[in-house]
């Protein structure tokens, strides 16, 4: 009896080796074996959180409460479990589970794995028509928007930046690159639902929430209208110099030097008396070519200074803003 109790420890280290160099060899022979596509994205869009019920994802209302966002990070372990229990299907469970057949399960789900993750930037590549990104190695973070601005305004857009890498850093010193982190997903939950979900390639620091890009208009910063009716208006520009230089050959190039600081102009002048919301654009040419030293202003000039982007809301990690 002792003997057996304890050759026990020293045959249960055997079958675990023996059932690792099993897997090993099995992983070997999975190694070229292409996975199908069906299959392959079927377990890519899993991975993605696709088909999940909200409410696994949400358990409770309170923790998305209307008018909020909550940014997560996945956990690895959770989505293995995920796609493991998808791939159960038909596993033998009892109380003599198949020890062959548990290690080709295992290394099925290993060669499967690695070829699911991959195939996650494919998903939201092809839905846009663009060439998918690498699959992601890092960590996958992301977050739910629960607001009226996702049914009322649909087509927002989203750039997310790792930390050390924002515009803010950029213009703090221009030798530091910009990067924009991968989405692997950006969609609403339902055609007419009110929260957004948006999963990110890496490890976001800065998340800008913007308008959609076509809404992009002419604006002012700032306008007033003081007793009497007089209207004050005001507009910050980047003002610029232009220098033409030419070629032997009689080739002219137009060099454009933009000046990095804004400079507040006066355009009350522009806005007519009888329609003080209404502004006379012959005349609020004129003003921002006085600003830039100019004699006038071309259409793509004038677009330049006039243009303002769309509505930004930027969060970062650990506040926001």
């Known amino acids: 009896m002792t003997y057996r109790l304890q050759s026990r420890p020293r ?65 690895r372990g959770w989505i293995e479990t995920l796609a493991d229990g998808a791939l159960s299907i038909g596993r033998t469970l009892g109380s003599q589970p198949d020890l062959a057949l548990s290690s080709l399960e295992a290394a099925a789900q290993a060669h499967a794995a690695p070829r699911a993750q991959s195939a996650t930037p494919r998903m939201r590549a092809r839905a846009l028509g663009r060439e998918p990104a690498p699959a992601p190695s890092g960590p996958i973070t992301g977050f739910l928007l629960r607001s009226r601005l996702v049914s009322n305004t649909p087509g927002m857009g989203v750039s997310v930046y790792p930390k050390g890498h924002t515009p803010a850093d950029h213009d703090a010193d221009p030798s530091v690159e910009i990067k924009l982190l991968d989405i692997l997903r950006y969609e609403t939950l339902g055609a007419k639902s009110d929260v957004l979900i948006c999963l990110i390639a890496g490890d976001g620091y800065r998340v800008d929430i913007h308008q959609p890009p076509e809404q992009l208009h002419y604006g002012i910063d700032s306008f007033e209208t003081a007793s009497g009716g007089t209207v004050h208006a005001e507009k910050k520009l980047h003002t610029f110099t232009k220098s033409t230089t030419t070629t032997p ?38 003003t921002l070519a006085r600003a830039n030293t100019l004699e006038a202003l071309d259409a793509a000039e004038m677009g330049f200074e006039m243009t303002q982007g769309v509505g930004m809301v930027s969060f970062f990690k650990g506040g926001s803003q």
């Open 11 to 75: 045959y249960l280290t055997q079958v675990a080796a023996a059932l690792d160099q099993t897997q090993l060899r099995l992983s070997a022979s999975f190694m070229h074996v292409p996975l199908p596509a069906p299959l392959e994205d079927w377990l890519a869009r899993l991975r993605l959180l696709k088909g999940v019920p909200f409410s696994y994802l949400v358990p409770d209302e309170a923790m998305l409460p209307p008018e909020s966002i909550r940014f997560f990070t996945l956990d």
């Open 249 to 286: 050959q009689g080739t002219s190039t137009v060099k454009i030097t933009l000046n990095p600081d804004t400079v507040p102009v006066d355009i009350s002048a522009a806005f007519r008396s009888n329609g003080r919301r209404v502004a006379k654009m012959s005349t609020l040419s004129d």
